[in-house]
């Protein structure tokens, strides 16, 4: 339990928003005069209306916007026994936050070098995983976009689902069976006599690393063959007509197009990817540095809830940051991006 | 002449490397749930073996996970679908102003990351059911259905709201001018046009459901799915059970995929034949 009127607002706040707008909306159609266009309850008939209502009621509210609102509140109060929630030790602190960036709750003369880090990693690995994405994706998208025949096409895709639906805990364990220091890539190496110990890729970083670019690689593919595929073949043939060199086509005028489909595929994967769980936690050696299962951490082992939800805030936070970077950056839309 | 060659063997080389990085993984693990050392091992063959499918079923959390991920992706269908469905009937109608927001606010779902989903999800109902007194609610199974519907919800409503793109609103005029209820339109008009859209997106929420590891490992509570059986197994240690079970979760799968993809593509054969003008 907590302050009764941050309670309200989380609660009320978000009614009192749809309200106005349902009354703004109604304001404006009547005075754009009777009969234009027919109310929300008209059109749709009392049943399937009160039916659209509440499913949407519930899920816009109780499930998306209650729970994050929550979430920040909550992020903003000590850990407390349960029966001390609620009562005067309850109050709005800064300390989750500040553990974040001092690795203590009140000193703060050190700055929480291991979670920053790992902060840092995880946003910086990301991103050169989602550039790695891109590279490897664009010749297969554009090959099955503008060059295939359509019935290669079609066992392309097929080839291309039957991966897409692999769970990621499986592709995490399928990295460790090769990198292992027992596995597949190590054995090899030792029995062709290229290396004698074997190579401690889990340690190395470089199966986490592997395992992520692999896991998300046809979150990339989709959204990019889509955008290639609506573009006329006429724009690339005038091109070279013209003269450009391949690289300048792909360069200036099949990437221009394709923007919306780069800007979602980006997007998803990052998010991916700096959120992922599994693979960090299976593919990682004991000096990995990523940040989700820290947040993990905060759950199941310091059993600290509110600073968990000040930590899975910060991780929210940096996503958003990349979804409005990307936006600015392609100048797409939120809709073009989602799709 | 040459440089197309050039141009050829390239392209060849790096079809053989993407189809080799994509699928070599999947095939070396599964090797491995046929091979006899105890150490997941594709190579050196040393016996085959169905010993380590046998472990599988003898093992009690692993059936149990197996029954929750069907009976919560059977859940997070019945919510999501008409959740999905309804978000994008409302998406169609809404007070233009406020187009853009609500649709920030129900795809905002789809850009979080699910770890993130999972932990609002299980923070916001376990004082919710405490305020209330309905504690016996606070459920893994209950939860995780919640926790996976948010997002999945929103996967449904992109489905149908491209379907809806192409409905004609001129057939819905002619059945209220002859007569029909406006609950008649929707049900006899409306869902029929959207079967397709049902059909995907059912299927889509059931994978989703089945292979979803981050907002169910927070949302379960003390429950397990498969995955998350699958999860703390393979962090455990390494087995070649785990690779058995991992054949098992791609035979379902890869079956529900390649099959919904086989019925999604006569579906599309069929509509092209209705409307051979286009």
């Known amino acids: 339990m907590t302050n009764p009127i941050t309670i309200g607002a989380i609660f009320l706040g978000p009614l009192a928003v749809i309200l106005f707008l349902f009354l703004a909306a109604g304001v404006e159609r009547r005075r754009a005069g009777a009969g234009v266009e027919p109310g929300f309850f008209q059109r749709n008939g009392a049943p399937v209306a ?134 597949v890539i190590n054995n090899v190496l030792i029995g062709a006599g290229l290396i004698r110990e074997p190579v401690d890729f889990l340690g190395l970083d470089i199966a986490l690393y592997s395992g992520l670019t692999y896991a998300y690689l046809l979150i990339m593919m989709f959204p990019l063959y889509n955008a290639i595929e609506s573009l006329d073949r006429h724009q690339i043939e005038a091109a070279r007509d013209l003269g450009a060199p391949w690289w300048h086509i792909h360069l200036f005028v099949v990437m221009p197009y394709a923007k919306p489909g780069i800007a979602s595929g980006a997007t998803l994967v990052f998010m991916l990817c700096a959120g992922a769980l599994a693979a960090p936690l299976i593919l990682g050696g004991p000096k990995t540095l990523w940040f989700t299962p820290i947040v993990y951490d905060r759950f199941f082992q310091a059993f600290n809830w509110q600073q968990g939800a000040a930590y899975a805030l910060i991780l929210l936070s940096a996503c958003m940051a990349f979804v409005l970077l990307v936006m600015r950056l392609f100048r797409v839309s939120l809709s073009e991006i989602a799709r | 002449m040459s440089s197309r060659l050039v141009w050829r063997f390239m392209l060849g080389f790096y079809f053989v490397l993407f189809f080799g990085f994509l699928f070599g993984p999947l095939v070396i693990m599964s090797a491995a749930a046929f091979n006899t050392p105890s150490y997941p091992q594709a190579w050196p063959i040393e016996g085959l073996t169905l010993e380590w499918f046998a472990k599988l079923i003898a093992d009690r959390n692993v059936v149990e996970g197996l029954h929750n991920s069907f009976l919560i992706g059977a859940f997070v269908v019945a919510l999501s679908v008409p959740l999905g469905l309804a978000g994008a009937i409302v998406m169609t109608q809404v007070y233009a102003r406020a187009r853009g927001f609500y649709y920030l606010v129900v795809v905002s779902p789809v850009l979080t990351p699910g770890v993130i989903i999972g932990i609002s999800t299980v923070i916001f109902w376990k004082d919710v059911t405490q305020w209330t007194g309905a504690q016996s609610l606070f459920n893994g199974i209950l939860l995780a259905t919640l926790g996976q519907s948010t997002f999945i919800s929103a996967y449904c409503m992109l489905i149908f709201l491209s379907r809806l793109q192409r409905y004609d609103r001129v057939q819905e005029e002619a059945a209220l001018d002859l007569g029909a209820s406006r609950t008649q339109v929707f049900v006899d008009i409306l869902l029929p046009f959207l079967r397709p859209a049902i059909f995907s997106a059912a299927v889509i929420a059931f994978l989703t459901s089945f292979e979803n590891y981050n907002t169910t490992t927070f949302a379960i509570l003390a429950n397990k799915t498969l995955t998350t059986v699958l999860a703390s197994r393979v962090r455990q240690g390494m087995t070649p059970a785990i690779s058995a079970l991992a054949v098992i979760i791609i035979a379902i799968t890869v079956t529900g995929a390649i099959t919904y993809e086989i019925v999604k593509s006569a579906e599309l054969r069929r509509d092209a034949k209705l409307r051979p003008a286009g």
């Not at chain 1, 709005?92 to 974040?100: D, P, V």
């Not at chain 1, 590279?135 to 019935?151: E, T």
């Not at chain 1, 096409?153 to 090769?178: D, G, K, T």
């Open chain 1, 50 to 183: 009160i039916f659209l209502l509440v499913a949407v009621g519930f899920w816009a509210l109780f499930l998306i916007v209650f729970p994050q609102l929550y979430m920040i509140d909550y992020s903003f109060h000590p850990r407390l026994p349960q029966v001390k929630r609620g009562g005067p030790d309850d109050v709005y602190t800064l300390e989750n936050y500040r553990y974040f960036l001092f690795g203590s709750t009140r000193d703060a003369s050190h700055w929480n070098t291991t979670h920053l880090h790992a902060f840092w990693i995880t946003i910086f690995v990301s991103v050169l995983i989602t550039i790695a994405n891109f590279a490897i994706c664009y010749p297969l998208a554009y090959f099955m976009a503008q060059v295939a025949k359509p019935r290669l096409v079609l066992r392309l895709m097929l080839l291309l689902i039957v991966p897409y639906w692999i769970n990621e805990v499986l592709r995490a364990f399928a990295f460790r069976v090769l990198m292992g220091t027992g596995g």
